[in-house]
């Protein structure tokens, strides 16, 4: 439990109407409800786990909050970062997410860091909060969250989401197990596909930025039993909830100083190699492709590497799917091989990465072709507005 100094702190005479139903509650109460107006919550992110957390922490009472997000809102937010709107795309998020904060309680003091958290700034962000909440959607800035969460003894209220499947526990809190403690090493980079690659479900952040805000209340409160300790699992295909045990490793490196952790999770080294991998691919940009399609369609293969749901989605008129998946087993290989009967070899996918991807395998088994910079993406954007930009 956190211990503010509660002396000064009092309800308003709208605060009491508008707290009423936690006042009743015998764990909240009044002395309960000033906890909350006097305590301090940072948010690093105002995405898919931000925006409920920081809905429910508004209208809880909290009485300041910090969000940490340089990030500006675009239409394909609005599924599932239900904080902003369409008014707001295109502007930032933290001002959007600042204005939906006191439509719903002008009470809350707001403060905005529009900046990305780093090694540099991050143990002054933290500095003047009680609970740091993570809600963001990499491992480098976990990490990093983690660790100055460690430094500045922090609490740790934690969340993820990929496709159907969320987790959520609470870090570096009365003893407990941090980061560290479930992650030792981080992945390697691109192991884990982004939610931009992966999908999301809309609704399966509501729920995990849900328990975040619980927990956040729960460690501000001091009532109840936290996360701290217990990776919670959620299965929403399935609507199903598991929970593991986490310990302390008691051999689990000391952190005495934040470090590089885009190098800490090979992210430099990765994008080297990919770069060295796209020097030896040969380009064209979509307006390129385009003017080869048109003067010379029948000399030219045109392989689509995407996921089959996405080729129903938008497909580029006469592409051939193979997906990516298939070729890095290898039976897509002898599809591409079967398919090529002396024409060129021309490949993309939704952004360009796949498909370069793909071409560096079928490289090794000596089929040569050119990679679409910007794939479908691009051509939506720069060819054909009637294909969907998804």
């Known amino acids: ?27 909240v109460g009044l002395d309960g409800q000033k906890r909350l107006k006097a305590a301090n919550v940072l948010c690093i992110g105002t995405g898919g786990l931000g925006s409920p ?10 009485g300041r909050i910090g969000i940490v997000d340089f990030d500006i809102v675009d239409s394909s937010n609005l599924q599932r970062q239900v904080i902003h709107g369409t008014s707001w795309v295109g502007k930032p998020k933290i001002q959007s997410a600042k204005n939906r904060i006191l439509e719903i309680n002008p009470h809350c003091q707001v403060d905005l860091y529009q900046t990305r958290i780093s090694s540099e700034n991050a143990l002054d962000l933290l500095g003047g909060y009680d609970v740091i909440v993570d809600g963001t959607d990499n491992f480098p800035t976990r990490y990093l969250v983690n660790d100055a969460c460690v ?47 992966g999908g999301v479900l809309g609704v399966l952040p509501g729920v995990i930025g849900t328990i975040q805000a619980t927990e956040t209340i729960k460690i501000i409160l001091g009532q109840g039993t936290t996360l701290s300790g217990r990776l919670l699992l959620y299965d929403a295909l399935n609507m199903k909830f598991r929970e593991l045990r986490l310990r302390p490793n008691p051999i689990r490196p ?26 030896e691919i040969p380009e064209m940009t979509v307006t390129e492709l385009k003017r080869v399609l048109d003067t010379d369609g029948d000399g030219v293969l045109l392989l689509d590497v995407r996921n089959p749901n996405e080729y129903e989605i938008a497909r580029i008129p006469g592409s051939v799917l193979v997906p990516l998946p298939d070729i890095e087993q290898g039976n897509g290989v002898e599809t591409v091989k ?11 996918c ?7 991807k793909a071409l560096a395998v079928l490289k090794q088994f000596g089929i040569d072709g050119t990679n679409v910079k910007g794939g479908i993406s691009a051509w939506s954007q720069e060819v054909d507005s009637s294909v969907p930009l998804y």
């Open 338 to 348: 079967n398919l090529l009967t002396g024409q060129r070899l021309i490949v993309h």
């Open 53 to 62: 957390l920081l809905l429910y922490l508004a209208a809880a009472g909290i």
């Open 151 to 197: 430094l500045t003894h922090k609490p740790n209220v934690y969340g993820s989401i990929f496709r159907f499947e969320g987790q959520a526990t609470v870090f570096n809190y009365q003893d407990g197990p941090n980061y560290r403690d479930l992650y030792p090493e981080p992945p390697p980079p691109g192991m884990v596909p982004s939610c931009a690659e």
């Open 254 to 279: 000391v952190i005495q100083t934040l470090i590089d952790y885009e190098e800490f999770c090979g992210i430099p080294q990765a994008k080297a190699i990919e770069a060295r991998q796209q020097m």
């Open 1 to 27: 439990m956190l211990n503010p100094d509660l002396a000064g702190i009092q309800l308003i005479k709208d605060e009491y109407e508008r707290y009423s139903r936690h006042l009743i509650l015998p764990e």
């Open 350 to 356: 939704k952004m360009g990465v796949r498909s370069a």
